[in-house]
């Protein structure tokens, strides 16, 4: 039982590029998540996944993208990358069988756009 | 999302004393939860409450739920080294609206340091 696993650790963009960060939760979850965190600004919503086959907007989704894949799996995606996204991303997940909203997070991927 | 006033921002504690932290919102919550972050890593969730009233530890943790269900504390008992870190508390509100189910509220954190 890995909890969330997110992929990559580290990355390094120009700007411009574009890229996928993955992540997948093993805990059977309905609802996962991803945010950024910086320093400062503590943890902010980018986008939200109440359920399999559904997405929602949080409150920075602007230059983001997110696929749902499957209930395991939740991507997100910068098309093209700019230095202001530069920060750390963290996917997470919750929603236990029981109902009990219990939150877990991945490790993290660090992102640098230079 | 929104964040949540959590205090104080800081604490500097010698090994061995206790500390206290707290979250206050101006909306009502159903779910309160604690974490810990250490450097380069992810949050690790420490306590999670449900009901208010509710007084749950964990080791030499121990957090409540406020009885008015805005705010929320955690305690940490005869601290030790290995209590250095961030710690921030996350709040869930009621099922009212798709716009807002799901969405966590965060507090800005608590950097605990400890010194022998």
């Known amino acids: 039982n890995a909890g969330v696993t997110q992929t990559p650790k580290f990355q390094v963009l120009k700007t411009g590029q574009s890229m996928t960060l993955q992540c997948a939760q093993d805990?059977?979850?309905?609802?996962m998540y991803w945010y950024r965190q910086d320093p400062g600004m503590g943890l902010r919503l980018i986008y939200y996944?109440?359920?399999?086959?559904?997405?929602d907007k949080g409150e920075v989704p602007n230059g983001y993208n997110v696929s749902r894949l499957n209930k395991r799996e939740f991507s997100l995606r910068l098309e093209s990358a700019a230095p202001s996204q530069t920060s750390v991303y963290f996917c997470?997940?919750?929603?236990?069988?029981?109902?009990?909203?219990?939150?877990?997070f991945g490790p993290g991927t660090r992102l640098t756009v230079t | 999302g929104q964040q949540l006033n959590q205090s104080p921002q800081s604490m500097f504690i010698q090994e061995g004393e206790d500390v206290s932290m707290n979250c206050t919102s101006s909306s009502i919550f159903n779910t309160w939860l604690w974490y810990k972050q250490d450097p380069g890593e992810g949050p690790v969730l420490l306590i999670a409450?449900?009901?208010?009233?509710e007084l749950t530890s964990n080791g030499r943790l121990t957090a409540q739920f406020g009885i008015t269900r805005k705010d929320s504390f955690l305690n940490i008992s005869a601290s030790i080294p290995s209590d250095v870190g961030i710690y921030f508390c996350?709040?869930?509100?009621?099922?009212?609206?798709?716009?807002?189910?799901?969405?966590?509220?965060f507090g800005a954190g608590t950097q605990v340091v400890v010194t022998p």
């Open positions: 997470a997940s919750n929603g236990t069988p029981k109902g009990l909203y219990e939150q877990y």
């Open positions: 805990m059977n979850h309905n609802s």
């Open positions: 996350a709040g869930l509100g009621p099922r009212y609206g798709a716009d807002s189910w799901g969405k966590f509220q």
């Open positions: 996944s109440a359920s399999e086959g559904t997405t």
């Open positions: 409450l449900y009901k208010a009233g």
